[in-house]
Each structure stands twice: as structure tokens, then as C-alpha cells.
RNA sequence: GGCCCCGUCGUCUAGCCAGGUCUAGGACACCAGGUUUUCAUCCUGGUAACACGGGUUCGAAUCCCGUCGGGGUCACCA
């Protein structure tokens, strides 16, 4: 950017729209969109859906709107209603090369395809990999142009859109999956023949499994398959049972299946796309953070930075060659700390769109106060937005219904004659005095009888705190009471007695 | 299988291009201890890697070759 001769920057994300944003595909976007930003320069999308069968207006969708909820924008391109071109609208254009290919002697028809002419040795560069020589006996002929469909029109292939919609587009930077990287001696090869200039390309390594297989959104059904066949539990009652059966039996690998079946058995699928990690409460600079880390660091030790940063430091020369394993522990640590630094109406706001997105009911249906008090006393615990319900499930049950933790009731309440109880029991009257009841206060009279006893705190809280919530960890006492509330801390106290003492 | 690419702690990586300052640094995970009324947080410390074998060199994680291992690709999918 500081030379002035340099053609300002453009980059392009071209997704197929034959399903949802692949966590591979966003890093590719992210790194498209911080090159360009980072220069001064464009960056553009683009639906490359050439393949009639698989692509989908609703996978272009949830495609855009994925890439919405990362923070990535991107410049219009003229000439489409809404700024992203779709390949299916530009095949007079593809039609146009061919025939100037074909007329140059460059490409041939062949059983109603058309393909390009190789032969010559190619040689390009990769800002990531280097210099690659592909000997032109290695190089086939490739198609071009498809044989004309049912509704007799011809698309182009990847290959030739590719490098005709690039050029158009004046795409000077081309960064990509390495995934392509053998596909591009055909593309060096096409974009001479046409007489274009060759953009920089920049292949990124692969995103793997911690298995070392490649991530894909068959995983998801793979997890599915293997869960209900382990459990042998009836299926969810919402399926058809012949598309079950035929997921069961691996001839389809349904997304919405999958889901269903995990949901039935209370299982977590393996998140793959970015609708994933949103539905299990990542926040997006978190995943942005994290996959740009699956391949390039800007050096320094640094590691956690947002997108302005991102913008500022990206460069093509720091992307890593090797591929990397995808690592949910570092994601949850990374989003664990973002949580916690966030300023609390913050937190509390993205809790609140985040339940109303993906539930429970249950947190939706507390009134301001209360919704405050559990996000307050979950901010400091919660690894993603979905923890809070989960964590504090105790809150939501019925009073009634709370079930207690055998271990936690003899260490805490039984042991020792029963001590725990007998707090409980002198408790009892003390708590049921204060008013107006707050947290605070019922700390305080609890502290005041840890001393008149000579007891340490835990002897007096950890009874309490197993008595309302049936367990032995939960939010500070102060806090788990003031979101019981006094009517349901006595309540749970006197029951628990009831119960055992 | 052919062709292409890659190979530093369990994982992500710094260092490699311009060989010595690397008894290889950071992060996550893990282990131990501390703070704390539980949990989480936080603090301190620790375990742990240059795939292997040959060269080149006074000296190699860094350069070269081979072996092994991993990935990609070989579609009228992208």
C-alpha cells in the first residue's frame, strides 16, 4: 500500500451455495476480507452455482447471513440486484469465452462438453507455498463447458467461472483452500490463454478433526449414528421412520436428522459450521479469533485480538503450510475469557438474544430482575451462552421436584450425626426472620452463627447450599439465594429436612 | 497407485527464508501447590516437541538428500 504503482487490492469469498458455512470456509472469508481491509482495497462475494443440483437459494442465504453474524462486510459488485453475483446469471458471458476459445483452437467440443486444450508445462506461484511446476503430461484436458442440461442450458465448470468472473471482477488476490491447489496449473493455464492477468494466490492448509480426518459436516451425522445406536433408543417420534431408517443405515446423512436425533437424546452434535458454534453460545469475535489461528498468528505471542487488529496485521507471508486440528478446548478457553471480561449489560444482552434464538423457554420466561440475577451470577462460570440454563437448572425446577445429590447430602448434611442438618434446623427460624430477604442478609446471619458456633463458613453453607439446590456447587450463597428468593429457599430448606434430618 | 503439498510439546504455534544468542519461547489441555463458603475465576510452579537416517558446516530445529508418516488431487462437484 505504500507503493504507488500497486493496483489497489481486491478479494473474493465464492462459496457454492450447496450448504451452510463450513468453519474452513469462514477462515477463508476472514482472511479474504482482512487482507483487503487491511489495504485500502475490496473485498467481494460471490455464489458460485454452477452445480444445478446441489446449489440452493436457502444455502445462499444462511451462507450471507453466517457471514453477517462474524462482523465480515463486503463492497457490492454492480451489475447484481443485491451486490453478490451468482454464476447461473452470467452464462452468456462463459458462452462468449468459449466460443473464442474454441474459435483460437484452444478448446474442443467432446460428447457435447467443451474442453480446454493442455499440454504446456505450467509453473505459477503461491504466496503461501512457493514456486509449482506441474509438467504438462501431468496436465488432461479438462471441461470447460458442460453438455447442456434437461432445460438445455450449459453451465460452465468451477474452472472456467472461476477464472472468467475473477478476472471481471478484477480479483487480484485469490486466497483459497489448498484443497485447490492442484487445480490451479488449469487455471494459470486458462487465464494466459484468455490473455488475463494472474492474480496472487494464496492456498491455506486444511482444518482437521482431532483425529486427523478432515472436518466435515458428515461428522455431525456420523456422531448421531453412532449415539443412537449405542443408546438403542426409540427414534425421535418427529422423524419419518423410512428416512430414519435410511440415516440409520448411512444412505443419507440429513442435518435435520441428526439434530433430531440428538435433541431426543439430549446429546451434543460436533459443531462444524459456523451455525453451529452460534447455536452452541460462541460468540462470533471469539470464533473469528480462533479459526484465524488455525493457520496464521501475527507473531509476538500474540494470540487473542479482535478484527481491527486482524484488519491491521494479516499478510499472506504468515500463513502456515501444515494443516491443523481443530481444538474445542482452546475455543471454550478463548470463550470462557471473552465472557468473563465482557461488561455485564453486555453479557446480559447477548444471554437474552442468544435464549430467545435457541431457548430454553425456561430463562425466557423470567422477568428482568430475575433474568438479571442469573446472568449475573453466571457471567463469571458460563464457557458459552447456553451454560447458564444448564448450570442453573436447579433454579428452574419446581421446588418439588429437586432431586439430591446422595453423595453431596452425606458429606454435607448426614456425616457426623447429622451435623449439616442441625444447622439447617437452627437456620431455619433465622432465615425465615429476615425481611425484607436479600442474599446479603442471610449471608450475614449464616456468618454470625459460623462464629457463635466456632464453625468455619463452609459448615454453614455448603448445608445450605446442598438444601436448595441438591448439590454442592452452585453460585456464591449470597447469590443462589437471591435468586431462589426467600418463599423457595425456606421451602427447599424445610423439604430437605423433611427429607433426611 | 500417479502427481502435488506438508512434518517443532497431546493440540495451536514462535523460531526456519538471511545456520551460532535455542540448556527451543508462548497459548490451550494436563499435573502439583496457593487464594476462596462450593464451583468457576485468579496466582505460582511442573511434565511435555525439533518424525527418522544420512550429508554440508567449526557449528543445523534452521541448508541438501533419502526414508517414514500425514494431507490434497486425479468429476460435465466446487
Request: proline content about 5%.
Amino acid at each position: 500500500m505504500t507503493n504507488p504503482d500497486a493496483q489497489p487490492v481486491v478479494t473474493r469469498f465464492a462459496p457454492s451455495p450447496t450448504g451452510r458455512l463450513h468453519v474452513g470456509g469462514a477462515r477463508t472469508a476472514l482472511y479474504s476480507w482482512a487482507y483487503a481491509r487491511g489495504r485500502g482495497g475490496k473485498f467481494l462475494l460471490r455464489l458460485e452455482d454452477t452445480d444445478r443440483k446441489r446449489s440452493t437459494e436457502e444455502s445462499a442465504r444462511s451462507i450471507v447471513e453466517d457471514l453477517r453474524w462474524l462482523g465480515l462486510d463486503w463492497d457490492g459488485v454492480e451489475g447484481s440486484p443485491d451486490g453478490i453475483p451468482r454464476q447461473s446469471q452470467r452464462l452468456d458471458r462463459y458462452h462468449e469465452i468459449v466460443r473464442q476459445l474454441i474459435s483460437g483452437g484452444l478448446a474442443y467440443e467432446s460428447d457435447g462438453a467443451v474442453r480446454f486444450r493442455m499440454g504446456q508445462d505450467i509453473t505459477f506461484d503461491d504466496a503461501v507455498y512457493g514456486t509449482i511446476t506441474t509438467p504438462g503430461k501431468d496436465l488432461e484436458d479438462f471441461v470447460i463447458l458442460k453438455a447442456r442440461d434437461e432445460a438445455g442450458l450449459a453451465y460452465p465448470t468451477f474452472h472456467l467461472a472461476v477464472v472468467v468472473d475473477d478476472a471481471d471482477m478484477g480479483v487480484t488476490h485469490v486466497i483459497r483452500g489448498q484443497e485447490h491447489l492442484s487445480n490451479t496449473p488449469k487455471h494459470a493455464a486458462l487465464i494466459d490463454a484468455l490473455g488475463f492477468k494472474r492474480p496472487v494466490w494464496a492456498h491455506t492448509p486444511s482444518i482437521m478433526n482431532p483425529d486427523g480426518s478432515k472436518m466435515s459436516k458428515r461428522d455431525k451425522a456420523k456422531a448421531a449414528r453412532s449415539a443412537a445406536k449405542i443408546s438403542k433408543a426409540e427414534g425421535p417420534p418427529e422423524v419419518n421412520q423410512t428416512r430414519l431408517a435410511a440415516f440409520l443405515n448411512k444412505d443419507n446423512d440429513d442435518a435435520d436428522i441428526a439434530q433430531a436425533i440428538a435433541d431426543h437424546l439430549h446429546l451434543a452434535l460436533p459443531e462444524i459450521e459456523v451455525a453451529d458454534f452460534r447455536r452452541s453460545g460462541y460468540l462470533p469475535q471469539v470464533v473469528c479469533n480462533y479459526i484465524t489461528l488455525l493457520g496464521w498468528n501475527p507473531g509476538e505471542n500474540i494470540e487473542r485480538f479482535d478484527m481491527k487488529f486482524l484488519a491491521e496485521r494479516f499478510d499472506l507471508s504468515r500463513i502456515n503450510k501444515a494443516n491443523s486440528k481443530f481444538d474445542r478446548d482452546k475455543l471454550k478457553a478463548f470463550n470462557a475469557q471473552t465472557i468473563q471480561q465482557l461488561p455485564p449489560d453486555e453479557w446480559r444482552a447477548l444471554l437474552k438474544a442468544h435464549t430467545q434464538a435457541f431457548g430454553p423457554g425456561s430463562l425466557n420466561e423470567l422477568d428482568d430482575a430475575r433474568f438479571a440475577l442469573v446472568a449475573n451470577a453466571y457471567q463469571p462460570r458460563s464457557t458459552t451462552l447456553a451454560d447458564p440454563a444448564q448450570l442453573g437448572a436447579f433454579f428452574f425446577i419446581d421446588d418439588s421436584k429437586l432431586t439430591y445429590d446422595a453423595k453431596a447430602v452425606d458429606k454435607t448434611l448426614a456425616k457426623n450425626d447429622g451435623e449439616g442438618y442441625s444447622v439447617l434446623r437452627e437456620l431455619l427460624p433465622v432465615l425465615a426472620a429476615i425481611d425484607p430477604w436479600s442474599g446479603r442478609a442471610a449471608e450475614d446471619k449464616m456468618k454470625a452463627l459460623a462464629e457463635a458456633r466456632s464453625l468455619g463458613m463452609g459448615k454453614v453453607a455448603q448445608p445450605v447450599r446442598v438444601a436448595v439446590t441438591g448439590s454442592t456447587v452452585s453460585p456464591s450463597i449470597h447469590e443462589t439465594l437471591d435468586l431462589l428468593g426467600k418463599d423457595r429457599t425456606l421451602a427447599r430448606i424445610r423439604r430437605c429436612l423433611g427429607q433426611g434430618g
